[in-house]
């Protein structure tokens, strides 16, 4: 059962371009979507969200954009920096019911 | 704030053993969550209270898996007998309110493993 789909496991980029990581969701009723973000050893920390009533999320270097079309939201990280090195999780939620992707793990090289 | 605190770190057992996690949440969050992360997976959602009820419990595998939040605050996730493949990360999460009034705030987990 598989609602949230984060079809690549891991991305490399160089520090200062643009990341852009993906992440699909096959269950319409879902309104809000978030991403966390997670060391190795810690918890996973909530870095973005947006509610389904918007398409587009910025806080500073981050941001989210939904389309709620194709079922499809994506997380923009610029410019990238190696701190950034961590695994991201896309979350959906529905009726306060949250599901979780597999994951990217993002390397951003010096 | 104090973050949530998950204890132990780390366990490893034997197959068939028996072990327990132990979750305290951040002071005056009414809802608790209890996650597995398989390696390779995202977190799969356990078990959810609602101050000392539990909201959501369809994910827990109940012949083996038993978790309370007594007196609605610490809560305590068991298993036994444990299975190889119940070796994972344990997340235990909370949230003062639902998820878009105050998002999920984890713990560092448990890791468990089981040989």
């Known amino acids: 059962d598989q609602q949230v789909k984060q079809n690549s496991p891991s991305l490399s980029v160089q520090e200062g371009r643009i990341s852009i990581l993906n992440c699909d969701y096959t269950?319409?009723?879902?309104?809000?979507f978030l991403w966390y973000k997670k060391y190795p050893a810690e918890g996973p920390t909530l870095l973005i969200s947006?509610?389904?009533?918007?398409d587009k999320n910025e806080d500073g270097r981050f941001t989210v954009f939904l389309n709620k079309s194709a079922k499809h939201l994506s997380l923009h990280i610029v410019p990238s920096q190696p701190g950034d090195s961590a695994v991201y999780f896309c979350a959906a939620s529905a009726h306060n019911d949250m599901r979780f992707g597999a994951g990217t793990r993002l390397t951003v090289k010096p | 704030e104090a973050g949530v605190a998950q204890s132990p770190r780390y366990k490893i057992i034997e197959k068939r053993q028996s072990v327990a996690f132990w979750c305290n949440p951040i002071s005056g969050h009414a809802t608790l969550y209890w996650y597995q992360q398989i390696l390779g997976q995202g977190p799969k959602l356990l078990i959810q209270?609602?101050?000392?009820?539990?909201?959501?419990d369809s994910q827990l595998p109940k012949d083996r898996f038993s978790a309370e939040r007594l007196k609605g605050v610490d809560s305590t996730l068991k298993i036994q007998p444990a299975k190889l493949e119940d070796s994972a990360v344990y997340l235990c999460a909370s949230s003062a309110q639902g998820v878009m009034d105050s998002p999920l705030h984890f713990g560092n987990g448990t890791r468990l493993t089981v040989t």
């Open positions: 947006i509610s389904s009533i918007k």
């Open positions: 209270f609602q101050n000392n009820g539990v909201v959501d």
């Open positions: 269950n319409s009723m879902f309104d809000y």
